[in-house]
């Protein structure tokens, strides 16, 4: 199974994956995967925390990220975050819904 059918099967708040969205979530992944790699101690720390823990709170978005789990480059850092996302659901996602409610009173 691909990422992309993956992706598609799967719907949580925003993250509806139709073509053009998977796409920038594909270019996404691709850009902070990099940035990991060839970052220093404190940038990866902040893109562990600062990042990958919230976007893996959300399940939709896991799949464009499984790859860290098999590469020993970013083993460690993805069950970290994944620890962090699995025991955290769409935490970061509510947050946001009730900032947005509190906005429109």
């Known amino acids: ?3 992309k059918s993956k992706a598609d099967t799967r719907q949580r708040g925003p993250f509806t994956c139709g073509s053009v969205t998977c796409l ?3 270019t996404q992944q691709q850009f902070w995967t990099e940035l990991f ?5 404190d940038v990866r720390g902040a893109i562990e ?3 990958l823990e919230h976007v ?3 399940a939709a ?8 789990s098999s590469d020993t480059r970013l083993k460690e850092a993805w069950e970290r975050a994944m620890e962090w996302g699995k025991a955290h659901p769409d935490y ?6 009730q900032l947005r409610k509190l906005e429109s009173k």
């Open 61 to 68: 978005l896991r799949p464009y990220f499984d790859h860290w």
């Open 37 to 41: 790699l060839t970052a220093g101690e």
């Open 92 to 97: 970061t996602w509510g947050l946001l819904k």
């Open 1 to 3: 199974m691909t990422m």
């Open 49 to 51: 925390t600062g990042f």
């Open 56 to 58: 893996l709170e959300t």
């Open 24 to 26: 920038k979530w594909q």
